[in-house]
């Protein structure tokens, strides 16, 4: 897409990377310590320890059978072991482009990110002329609502708003049954930031996903976690406790623009079994980009 744009926001990342792989290389002559230092390299960068491993032992591999072994060469190997563990769960992730009918759940803890994000995908939807219905189903916190009606004035579509404190799988109710009755393509469903630990909210997310199999069955549901890439590698214990309440399709992550930390992605991809659908970067409309694991590894490295 916007290759330039991904570059210039992920550029926290690359620059982290790219100076530490560089000193790698002036720092080490010798071809098995340059790929035991890349190794340390991506562990301190987040990547995590057994992708690090996994990633390297196949460049040492790799590498074995090729004659080149410049600078160059080996950064090229890297990249492409990269890529690899990206594409082994982005695999059958782009439900994007199809064009069936969908309903799209929002989960999350406090500040993720999540009402901005389903104004970002909105406004994709909207771009490729789908009809778009939100629902506004954080009903929790205060300002809530009137922060996605904003979303919904700015990116053109409807909304279906709670009242604060009305339970929020009557607005989903609603929202079900404006979405069949008034042929809309995506309805985006927002809700509440919640903690595993408050059991309330938790069983609440349940009703949810009860209401939207029962009122839209036969649609396509998917259910999207978003993860704060700055809060680094605690997404694995969010996951797991919202699997308890809910089934999970894939993950939203945010604010990769605001962290050197981007090699997160890696760790998250291959210890969550879960794809990465979308990545924000940044605080704009527009700032929100498809998953792509080769524009992603040619951004940061
Ligand atoms: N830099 C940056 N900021 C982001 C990104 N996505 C969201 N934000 C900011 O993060 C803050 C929280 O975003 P919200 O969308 O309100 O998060 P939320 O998950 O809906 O929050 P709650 O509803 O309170 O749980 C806002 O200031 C957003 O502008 C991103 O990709 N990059
Ligand atoms: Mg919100």
């Not at 992920?10 to 010798?30: G, P």
């Not at 992708?51 to 032992?57: A, E, G, N």
């Not at 990269?82 to 999350?108: A, P, T």
């Given at each position: 897409m916007f290759f330039s744009k991904i570059k210039e926001n992920?550029?926290?990342?690359?620059?982290?990377?790219?100076?530490?792989?560089?000193?790698?290389?002036?720092?080490?002559?010798?071809i098995d310590k340059v790929i035991d230092e890349l190794e340390e390299t991506l562990i301190l960068s987040d990547v995590?320890?057994?992708?690090?491993?996994?990633?390297?032992?196949?460049?040492?591999?790799?590498l074995k059978k090729q004659v080149d072994k410049s600078e160059s060469a080996i950064k090229e190997l890297l990249k492409?072991?990269?890529?690899?563990?990206?594409?082994?769960?982005?695999?059958?992730?782009?439900?994007?482009?199809?064009?069936?009918?969908?309903?799209?759940?929002?989960?999350?803890v406090n500040g993720v990110g999540k009402t901005t994000s389903i104004?970002?995908?909105?406004?994709?939807?909207?771009?490729?002329?789908?009809?778009?219905l939100l629902a506004a189903a954080d009903t929790f916190?205060?300002?809530a609502v009137e922060q996605l009606e904003i979303w919904a004035k700015r990116t053109n579509c409807d909304i279906c708003s709670g009242k604060e404190g009305q339970d929020p799988a009557s607005v989903v109710f609603d929202a079900a049954t404006k979405f069949k009755n008034e042929d809309y393509d995506i309805l985006i469903c927002d809700t509440a930031g919640r903690l595993h630990n408050k059991t309330n909210l938790m069983n609440?997310?349940?009703?949810?996903?009860?209401?939207i199999d029962k009122n839209l069955e036969g649609i396509k549901k998917e259910v999207l976690i978003v993860l704060d890439s700055t809060t680094g590698?605690?997404?694995?214990?969010?996951?797991?406790?919202?699997?308890?309440k809910t089934s999970l399709n894939g993950i939203i992550l945010t604010k990769l623009d605001s962290t050197a930390k981007g090699g997160v992605v890696f760790s998250i991809v291959s210890e969550l079994n879960l794809p990465i659908k979308y990545i924000g970067v940044g605080e704009q409309i527009d700032d929100i980009e498809i998953f792509n694991p080769k524009e992603f590894v040619e951004a940061i490295i």
């Open positions: 992920l550029k926290k990342t690359k620059e982290n990377l790219d100076i530490k792989i560089s000193n790698v290389f002036a720092n080490n002559k010798d995590g320890i057994n992708t690090s491993v996994k990633i390297c032992d196949n460049l040492r591999q790799e492409k072991e990269m890529e690899k563990i990206l594409l082994s769960s982005s695999e059958d992730s782009n439900s994007y482009s199809s064009d069936e009918k969908q309903v799209i759940l929002i989960v999350g104004g970002k995908i909105a406004n994709l939807y909207k771009k490729q002329g789908k009809k778009v916190r205060a300002g609440e997310l349940e009703k949810i996903n009860r209401i590698q605690n997404g694995a214990i969010q996951v797991k406790s919202f699997y308890e």
